[in-house]
């Protein structure tokens, strides 16, 4: 190819070059090219792109080399990823250059006549919005030379073959021969000062905030941490510095004569390094990238000869993103649908497209009509739900009502929205609520106080009425979805089609009667805990009435679960079947109905009933048991360690159960004493509505999961059409495509839909991959990840929000996801959160310590039921404590003590 250097080049390319993509140039390589392009100060230079790096692992025959040195190589042993680091270095040392390159090089340079030069490593898998690879390979500064700059190219080469990098890729699941390196030659920048630029706090997520970061010399001394560095933080909407810190900087590294660079010491903490003038010049420049690539970006720059100069650009990696074009003005406040549902797993475009039309459906109790995107309720960001609630944070009776329902729900996402609470921009304009307001919650709240009303009045009758309409609307259903027919691409469009008509005819009247029924069980327990609460004066006890909750669909199928699981254990052959086989193994023998009578039809029976459950079921995307059973075997497995029927599941809900009925007593003879008669009767009423009703609370999910299956088969369906007429790469990427996009597709057959579906696959699984997600996320960047803190902490203690009574000793496990648990009984379950997927496992569990949830959410409440101490809201458990460990869980006043620190 013909370059701007005026040379026919194979292995090099310029610098601005519009064929610097990602595949060629790696991430910092692209980058550069792209500001260059862009008309950004950054220095001239070329690239020795990726087919060079390919070429050099083929001659030299490297890519067995390296496929056989990490062949079972263990990504958490330094020692074994440094060795085969310095082996495969080794190799690369010593290897053959590609013909030509030395020839490219030589006349690269002789377009930069005389000048030092600076070779960087960029790497295809580097500087990314989703994953930072900075610091891992190498930088060669002050190179002098061709001879020198080929060295130095192969040495970038072998940089990509770090211990780090190599573990790095591992553990995020890069793979490690797809990954290639280009070098970035740059004439070098002799500078005066030099350092790091975050256009937006790095610490806050304020995007409204540019932080910069300098000091004297070369930034090497900086990236390096080697020096404390000046600190400035700009406004730069506004044009002006916040505040300027100014480090010691007694660290300066400096290019020398002949190549290299050297180091002077001395302290320069009264020497600011940058002007202010170039502070905000700089702080501009950072704007105009992050308009350029749409994120905020973390920058290198250089200020040489009066002159700035910018020298690398990628995303910041540590910041959650906003929600795609959202603006930080209006300021919104948005909380983690995530929280509440107890996952941290991302939501499938799918499963997020289907929130949006329940939004869209349920709008109409309130007499608005929205579209999906018209909507301002839900909003995608890090491929997850953020519910929007400026407006109850923005007037004066959501402000009263918000702190009571987050109390029941997420105690920590009240915490910090007490950080904001002052926020000028969230200050009520008015007091009270418009009429119309009040009249459209009227319209939607009235039903629903009648339905409570009758509930109480007639609780058995009423709960059996609503069951079966349930089961009328799933069969429902089932029948519009038997009348599909036509090709794949008819069938396609008739089943999304089903699914809107379904959701927008059926959904809001259904929605109302469920809630309902759940709002008859919450109103019965405030009504309890109104009335009894002074005269007890112990809330353990009022707690105690919610113990073997009757009618939870959750409770009853964890305990279905354990009658098979005994049945099984007097059955020799399931027995043995379990001692023989791994669940995976179990799973594969079950679709081929190749287990014992009994285990075979014990896992169907259960499937039958409960198959539409799973890890993440909310999410139309993810896979249900009847798909995998695995997690079932893995139960079943743990179920029948339980040897002392003393302590069976079912022998612990009765107990429950017994002890409920003893605390109804004490609280009606306490309030008697106190009250009379007259409120006796009333505390007796409304412990046994509340006990009648607030099992139903799982009844809506329970339904809705079920729901969410007949649809998944259905989609599923489709998926495996297309995927057997090449439409798609996989049948599961059916799910990666929203409601519209697939009714689209459908009556379009655009073939980039397949390409799009792939990619957001690999976009999903990274996000995965994110280990923290924030509580409360606000448009101006600003997030909240921090769990339950208390000023009574210590070295020996945590705490976190209590939620069912007790106290527990005994060791930890650490579960992220509970099809892969290895949760032996007695020991303390501590998770990020969780969903009825995880339930079996509290039958087995001594204690319950969250990251996530309130008194009401689902872990809380079955815990409860059960009878195991459980705290919540626990900030970063998961991290802070660990297998093994021995701790005592205090759910009465949501202390853990730490026994063996």
């Known amino acids: 190819m013909r370059n701007s250097m005026n040379i026919e080049a194979k292995w090099v390319l310029p610098l601005n070059s519009e064929l610097a993509d990602l595949a060629a140039a790696g991430g910092k390589g692209a980058s550069l090219a792209r500001m260059r392009r862009a008309g950004f100060p950054v220095p001239e230079g070329f690239l020795v792109h990726t087919p060079a790096y390919r070429e050099f692992l083929r001659i030299n025959q490297l890519d067995e080399v390296i496929r056989g040195l990490l062949s079972g190589l263990d990504a958490q042993s330094p020692d074994a990823l440094e060795a085969a680091s310095a082996q495969i270095r080794a190799r690369f040392r010593a290897g053959e250059l590609p013909p030509g390159l030395a020839e490219e090089v030589r006349d690269a340079l002789a377009s930069m006549p005389g000048a030092a030069v600076a070779v960087r490593s960029s790497a295809t898998a580097e500087d990314l919005p989703e994953m930072s690879f900075a610091g891992q390979q190498d930088t060669f500064l002050n190179v002098v030379g061709t001879e020198a700059v080929l060295r130095a190219v192969a040495d970038c080469w072998g940089s990509l073959w770090t211990a780090r990098a190599i573990g790095y890729r591992m553990r995020n699941q890069v793979p490690q021969l797809e990954t290639s390196l280009c070098v970035v030659v740059q004439r070098m920048v002799e500078s005066q000062a030099s350092g790091v630029l975050f256009t937006a706090n790095p610490l806050t997520g ?122 930080e003005e209006p300021l919104r406040v948005m909380f983690s649908f995530a929280a509440v549902q107890g996952m941290y797993d991302p939501i499938s475009p799918v499963g997020r497209s289907f929130m949006l039309l329940l939004v869209r459906a349920l709008s109409t109790l309130y007499g608005i009509r929205v579209t999906e995107t018209s909507q301002n309720v839900l909003f995608s960001a890090g491929e997850r739900l953020w519910a929007n609630i400026t407006a109850l944070v923005s007037n004066s009776v959501g402000r009263k009502v918000l702190p009571t329902i987050f109390d029941y729900v997420e105690p920590t996402v009240k915490q910090a929205l007490e950080q904001i609470w002052e926020d000028p921009r969230l200050q009520p304009k008015r007091s009270g609520v418009s009429l119309r307001a009040r009249l459209q919650i009227a319209r939607a709240v009235i039903p629903v106080v009648m339905n409570v009303l009758l509930n109480m009045a007639a609780p058995v009758r009423r709960r059996a009425a609503l069951i079966q309409f349930g089961e009328k609307l799933l069969q429902d259903l089932q029948d519009r979805f038997s009348r599909v027919t036509g090709d794949r691409w008819q069938k396609l469009n008739l089943r999304v089609e089903v699914v809107y008509g379904f959701v927008l005819a059926k959904i809001p009247r259904t929605f109302r009667r469920f809630v309902s029924g759940v709002a008859t069980g919450m109103a019965a327990w405030r009504f309890l805990d109104m009335l009894s609460a002074q005269a007890v004066g112990q809330p353990d006890l009022i707690l105690e009435v919610t113990r073997g909750m009757p009618n939870n669909p959750t409770t009853e199928m964890d305990l279905t679960l354990w009658e098979i699981a005994r049945r099984l254990r007097a059955d020799g052959e399931a027995a043995q079947a379990f001692a023989q086989f791994s669940p995976q193994e179990l799973t594969e023998r079950y679709r081929r109905e190749e287990l014992p009578h009994g285990l075979q039809n014990g896992a169907a029976e259960f499937l039958a009933v409960y198959g539409a459950r799973g890890y993440g079921e909310i999410d139309l995307g ?45 609280v009606a003879q306490r309030v008697r004493q106190r009250h009379g008669w007259l409120r006796e009767r009333l505390v007796r009423f409304f412990a046994g509505r509340a006990r009648q009703w607030m099992g139903v609370r799982e009844a809506p999910k329970f339904l809705i999961v079920r729901f969410l299956w007949a649809i998944r088969q259905e989609l599923l369906q489709s998926g495996q059409e297309l995927a057997a007429a090449g439409d798609l790469e996989r049948a599961e990427d059916i799910f990666f495509l929203t409601l519209p996009e697939m009714r689209q597709w459908a009556q379009q057959n655009d073939p980039t839909w397949r390409d799009r579906a792939a990619q957001r696959r690999e976009t999903f699984a990274r996000e995965r991959l994110r280990r923290q997600i924030p509580r409360l996320l606000l448009s101006d960047g600003r997030a909240f990840y921090d769990g339950m803190f208390a000023a009574e902490q210590s070295e020996n203690a945590i705490s976190g929000s209590p939620v069912s009574p007790g106290i527990v000793e005994g060791s930890v496990r650490v579960v992220l996801d509970p099809r892969q648990a290895g949760l032996q009984p007695g020991e303390i379950l501590v998770c990020p959160g969780t969903d009825p997927s995880w339930t079996p496992l509290f039958l087995s569990a001594g204690g319950l310590v969250m990251e996530m949830g309130g008194m009401m959410t689902h872990g809380a409440v079955v815990a409860r039921e059960y009878g195991i101490p459980a705290v919540v809201g626990v900030d970063r458990a998961t991290h802070r404590l660990r297998d093994g460990q021995r701790i005592r869980v205090n759910g009465s006043n949501g202390r853990i003590e730490l026994l063996d620190p």
């Open 206 to 327: 304020l995007r409204s905030q540019t932080v910069i970061e300098a000091t004297l010399g070369l930034g090497e001394a900086l990236v390096s941490g080697q020096v404390e560095p000046d600190q400035y933080v700009v406004e730069p909407r506004a044009g002006r510095i916040l505040s300027k810190t100014l480090g010691r900087k007694e660290v300066s590294i400096h290019g020398q004569a002949g190549g290299g660079t050297h180091t002077q010491r001395q302290d320069r903490s009264q020497e600011q390094a940058l002007p202010d003038a170039a502070i905000l010049e700089l702080a501009g420049w950072g704007q105009r990238a992050a308009e350029l690539y749409g994120f905020p970006q973390d920058m290198e720059w250089a200020w040489a000869g009066e002159k700035l100069y910018l020298l690398q650009s990628r995303p910041i990696t540590s910041l959650f993103p906003l929600p795609e074009g959202m603006s």
């Open 622 to 666: 993810h896979t249900r048991w009847a798909e995998d059973p695995t997690h079932v075997f893995e139960m079943l497995s743990s179920f029948m360690q339980i040897e002392n029927e003393a302590l069976g599941p079912d022998v612990v809900f009765a107990r429950g159960a017994e002890r409920a009925q003893q605390a109804v007593e004490q």
